[in-house]
């Protein structure tokens, strides 16, 4: 049996609900936590993550460990969202934070990506390197068109996550197919850095993303 639209309705509605309550406790939580810390420690504190998920996957290396280190992975990768969520939250946006977000999240990418290096494409890796190392320093450059992170920049990021990610699963479970995946996703990330760095450096390419809602 199909839904009637009055059904459609009424869940789409209930769903709308049930988010719209979801954010505002996620604001109250995040008010909460800015009592106990700041923006800037939620980054730091994910960047040194990256060294109890060196020791397990490369010291430890069983099995059980390098699944705690995936899970250490991922909640640093959930920080990404977290420290800038609070930083509005509470109205802690600095300048500092601006630039420290980005060079973490670096940090963290090619961070977790040595260990899987014999796994990784370099002709896809080594490019997205060094577009990644020109769109950090030319975000202090005056003469850029985009200081701060664009659309193209913020997929970029989720694509290379998402790459660290299946090269953790792959590793874990001997699929050998899903390195193919992993380096697909980062060649993805590779596109959209491409992209990233040219509307940040390129004047006519400024407003590229209004190209698409027109």
Known sequence: MFMDCNSCTSSIGWCGEVFKNFLSEYDVFLKWLGKYTTPTQVTIGRGLFIIPAWYLWIIE???EAKIWAICIMVISWIGDHLDGAL???TNQVTELGKKL??????????GSSIVFWGKIQLPIFLPLLLLDF????????ANV???GANIFGKYKL???VASSLMFAIAEVS????????ANLLMFIALVLACISVSKRTIPS??????LWHS
Not at 134 to 141: E, G, K, L, N, W
Not at 205 to 210: I, R
């Open 101 to 110: 977000d980005p060079l973490i999240d670096k940090l963290v990418f090619y």
């Open 174 to 181: 001997r699929v050998s197919n899903l390195y193919i995946i």
């Open 87 to 89: 930083a509005r939250a």
């Open 205 to 210: 390419w400024k407003d590229l993303p209004n």
């Open 145 to 147: 068109t985009d200081s």
């Open 61 to 63: 290396a069983s099995l």
């Open 158 to 160: 989720t694509f290379q």
């Open 134 to 141: 020109i769109s950090t320093f030319a975000r202090q450059s």
